[in-house]
Structures are given as C-alpha cells and as structure tokens.
C-alpha cells in the first residue's frame, strides 16, 4: 500500500501545480495525459496556455495511411476548444490565433447566409 501512494505522489497534487507543470507542455500532450486516470482526465482544460506544434500535427495527420483516422488541425483546434469549456486561455501560439480567426470568419460567413 505504502509503495503504490509513493509511486503516485504526482496525482495527490493540487490541480494548480498540475497545471503549472502541464503549461509547459505542447496541448496535444497536455491532453494525452487525461488517459492516466480519472483524477487526471479534466485537469488538461485548466492549462492557461493553447500551445499547438502545427507543423507535427499536419504531418503526423497527412502520413496517415487510412482516411478513416484522417484529421485536419483545424478539427483537432475547434475539439479542443470545445472541451475546455470556459476556462480561459492566457497565451495562443500565433499559428492557433490565425486559424482561429479564420474559423471565426467563416461561421460568420456562413451564419449570415
């Protein structure tokens, strides 16, 4: 029992120093870690901070052999941002800021049609 709460002392954190550390991770890896367990699977939408590696995200999603998996950045940003509900965001990559503009652009666009 003692070992099992040693090995987990990462976890009995407050969920501000969980975010601290997790901020200075890219989103997408922030993300992967709401698989550790249930006390981790919200903290990721606590994270200040929205920071997307654009670059590896396109590639890693046009090197997909299957369109079945096929995932745009855009769908990948526009689900993130869905799931963190209202908590608010401190600093965007700038590549983020301008697809976001983007996407605010086009639902205007296509709200006023």
């Known amino acids: 029992m003692a070992q099992n709460n040693t090995r987990n002392r990462i976890s009995n954190l407050p ?5 601290h550390i997790l901020s200075f991770l890219p989103t997408i890896e922030a ?3 709401s698989l550790l367990s249930s006390r981790w699977k919200t903290v990721w939408t606590l994270v200040p901070n929205l920071y997307f590696d654009v670059d ?4 890693i999603s046009n090197s997909s052999s299957s369109d079945q998996y096929h995932v745009t950045f855009a769908q990948i940003l526009f689900r993130v941002w869905a799931l963190r ?3 608010r965001v401190q600093k ?7 697809i ?3 996407i605010l652009l086009i639902s205007i666009h296509v709200s006023v049609q």
Do not use: F, Q, Y
């Open 100 to 102: 976001l503009i983007l």
């Open 85 to 87: 509900n209202v908590n």
């Open 15 to 19: 969920d501000s120093l969980l975010c």
């Open 92 to 98: 965007v990559s700038p590549k983020v800021v301008s």
């Open 56 to 59: 590896k995200i396109e590639a």
């Open 31 to 33: 993300v992967a870690t």
